[in-house]
């Protein structure tokens, strides 16, 4: 398949939900052949959403998702302070890149393990960080939301308590670059949360397996995606291939903030197209859109 430079109005019907009507929306304007088709039609069967059409033949089949963290959304209404890690008997922060969804069972099930054993070794904590003050295995649970750090607190720190631990999301610096948006897709789309996508995807028999990541503007995620979507503008598409799994062939990140570019991924290479929500006052729309011609044409 390939992208177009032409941005060309979509004329087909679009589904009703507002992320998968976005990424239509997006997708559509720039596909050869220019043709969508809705795949899934509330069957009750785990199918992807779209068809990308030539002529009567579906060559593509397209799944899109949101990247849209509850559980975050749900700490924070909860207003969770601090977790029991008993049996551990030190005060302990942990910062992580998301949060888990059901804290508490979580917090007895993976975190008390993994600190017990810094506990047990005598481990101040340990960090991602080559000056990490000890060096273990991470669990893959703790892993795949993002482990920065775990720290035990010193006495007298403000709001420490013995055998619980304050877990807080990682705040990264000001981008100079728009790589993690390489690294965070392919952790995103071969972790767990991405299952039923793949699952999907694969079951469409396509050669052409699009993922469609709708990223929202909401206080819910707190991944930091969109801040490093808008940044493309300034510093340009990731310099990095993201390793995809086998299930997916072709990667869309599509945002409806304004002046939010979207972003496409085929086989090493990466797109920049226009935003789907222009930027509408004069002083700051000074031209038409464009295409950032990288590669500007894709073929299969």
Known sequence: MAISGSRVEPTASVPSRPSEKLAWTAISRYIIPQQLRLADVNSGQAVHDF??????????????????????????????DRLAVAPCKLSWK?????????????????????????????????????????????????AELGFVAALCEPAGTPGAKPSTARVTVAFWGAITHTDQLAEWAGNFTNSKRCEGEREKLKASGRDERHLAVVVPHVAGSDRHLLGHLMAVEEFGPPTSPVALPDEITDLWLISGYPGTPTLYYRKGDWIVLPPENPFSEPQVKTQPPTITHWNATRQP
């Open 51 to 80: 068809d990308i059409m030539n002529g009567a033949t579906a060559v593509a089949a397209i799944e899109v998702t949101e990247d849209l963290d509850q559980a975050g959304a749900a700490w924070r209404a909860m207003g969770i």
């Open 94 to 142: 942990v910062t992580l890149s998301s949060c888990p969804t059901r804290p508490t069972a979580w917090a007895k099930s993976v975190l008390t393990p993994f600190l017990l054993h810094l506990e047990q070794s005598g481990a101040p904590g340990t960090t991602i960080y080559p000056d990490t003050p000890f060096i273990t295995q991470i669990p893959e649970e703790l």
